[in-house]
């Protein structure tokens, strides 16, 4: 994972390519445990990318919830500024959610 043990696109994506390299390397070179070493990053860094996606889609869910809540309590209320900062939380929210979909 990333530096701050939060998992991380970019981390995964670097890991992946690094350990695909690493492997086709090994296979060239007629290197096993070099191959599998390679496997193994790449491996790694597919999961990280997965949970780090995975992460960015769930807080993107709780922020559209979050924020369709609030604008309709905004609307319920009156309060235009409730209403107008729950409409854009929801957006937010969809936002994050349709990239790591």
Request: charged content about 40%; overall charge positive; cysteine-free.
């Amino acid at each position: 994972m990333s530096s701050s043990d939060e998992p991380s696109k970019t981390s995964g994506a670097t890991k992946s390519t690094l350990g695909a390299v690493k492997e086709k390397i090994g296979e060239v070179l007629n290197s096993d445990r070099m191959a599998a070493e390679g496997e193994a990053k790449r491996e790694e860094g597919k999961a990280e990318k997965g949970a780090a996606e995975t992460k960015g889609y769930v807080e993107g869910a709780i922020d559209k919830v979050t924020g369709k809540v609030k604008h309709m309590t905004g609307t319920l209320t009156g309060n235009e500024r409730m209403e107008a900062e729950g409409k854009g939380r929801k957006v937010k929210g969809d936002v994050k959610k349709k990239m790591n979909e």
